[in-house]
């Protein structure tokens, strides 16, 4: 689920050789590289800047944490970060990627002139990366580095196909990162229990993911029942029965999310939506289609109505970014792929009493493996 977005990442967000190697960053290039024809591009040009970046630190880990910056990949050799700024912030900023070749992007159609004069063997084909996160300025800037016989090629797609299926290392950082949420919604229930305000509970709930490790935390929680969810605007004293909640965690750069109820009273939509969770998760398997997903959580809560939140879909991919595809609406043709990892939601309402549940799974051979439920 969409969050609102840190001004400022201030989060570990340095290098983990133990954690990530640079031989799985070499792997992931060459296995970006093995599905682009050489015909078709030399080098890639990846953008990122600290809200969009998934593209750029799944390549080389660099996290652009305030200003933007761009990375040349090329199919043969090291990639070089291009920063924004001066030289002064190198030092700082070779902590963040695995590459330690820097050099700075005072303009972008500049910045890739200079590399390629840099590599005169290396011929000007391109291809595009994260460059949708673009202002429309420095975006046709960098287009006009190359002749109109050779335009770059946008091939976010190849990538993001490959960024689906998780490898064993991003398993990893994902099941670390499930722990860690599991933590801070034990400690939002206890906190619930305990007869804390609505601020008290969320923030607790912050602080103990933070003290594990977490880079971010973002919390969005509801003051009408579950019917809405929004940001921290002010401090609130007053308790909040029931309390829903949508937490998410990033660790080592992968994110894991989770949609809570907590209450003290009966709640029967709850009670309903827990069912339909658990049905959700028993047809996550390779080759199920979203629409059937959709269709049968929407079949499982009624005679209640769709939750007003989730706007008909029942999940999404997930990673790097909160929100990666596909999504998982009623109306989408996208099927489920074996060793992807989704977030999966179930949601409804009475017009009084509002839920929504959701679960962390990976997709095996055979069916869904858990990684975190709210169930």
């Not at 000007?124 to 006009?144: D, N």
């Not at 991003?170 to 499930?178: N, S």
């Amino acid at each position: 689920m969409l969050n609102m977005h840190s001004l400022l990442l201030v989060g570990p967000y340095d290098w983990d050789e133990t954690v990530m190697p640079r031989e799985e960053f070499d792997a992931r290039i060459r296995a970006f590289w093995s599905r682009i024809p050489e015909s078709v591009g030399s080098f890639a040009v990846v953008y990122g800047d600290s809200r969009h970046h998934a593209e750029l630190t799944y390549l080389t880990n660099f996290v652009p944490k305030v200003r933007s910056a761009m990375a040349i990949v090329p199919r043969e050799g090291e990639p070089v970060i291009l920063l924004q700024g001066s030289r002064n912030s190198f030092s700082y900023a070779e902590r963040l990627g695995c590459y330690k070749s820097l050099d700075l992007m005072t303009d972008p159609a500049r910045a890739v002139d200079k590399w390629v004069a840099d590599h005169p063997g290396v011929a000007k084909r391109a291809v595009l990366l994260g460059t949708a996160a673009m202002r429309p300025q420095p975006y046709q800037q960098l287009l006009a580095a190359f002749p109109d016989n050779a335009a770059p090629l946008e091939a976010s797609h190849a990538l993001a196909a490959l960024m689906r299926i998780k490898r064993p290392r991003e398993l990893v950082a994902i099941r670390r990162g499930c722990e860690i949420l599991s933590a801070a919604a034990g400690v939002l229930a206890e906190s619930q229990r305990s007869g804390a305000s609505v601020t008290s509970a969320v923030l607790e709930a912050e602080r103990a993911a933070h003290a594990m490790g977490a880079q971010d935390v973002r919390s969005l929680f509801s003051l009408d029942g579950g019917a809405t969810l929004r940001p921290f605007s002010t401090p609130l004293d007053r308790k909040v029965d029931p309390l829903q909640v949508s937490l998410a965690v990033l660790n080592a750069g992968y994110w894991v999310e989770g949609l809570i109820v907590e209450s003290a009273k009966p709640h029967p939509v709850r009670d309903r939506v827990s069912e339909a969770l658990r049905g959700l998760i028993a047809q996550a398997k390779p080759g199920a289609r979203v629409r059937d997903l959709a269709a049968g959580v929407a079949s499982a809560v009624k005679p209640l109505l769709p939750h007003p939140v989730a706007g008909g879909a029942v999940g999404n991919g997930i990673g790097m970014a909160i929100e990666e595809a596909p999504r998982l609406s009623a109306d989408s043709e996208e099927i489920l792929e074996a060793g992807a990892v989704y977030t999966l939601c179930a949601g409804a309402s009475d017009g009084k009493l509002h839920a929504l549940l959701s679960a962390m799974v990976r997709v095996g051979d055979s069916g869904a493996e858990v990684l975190w439920s709210a169930d």
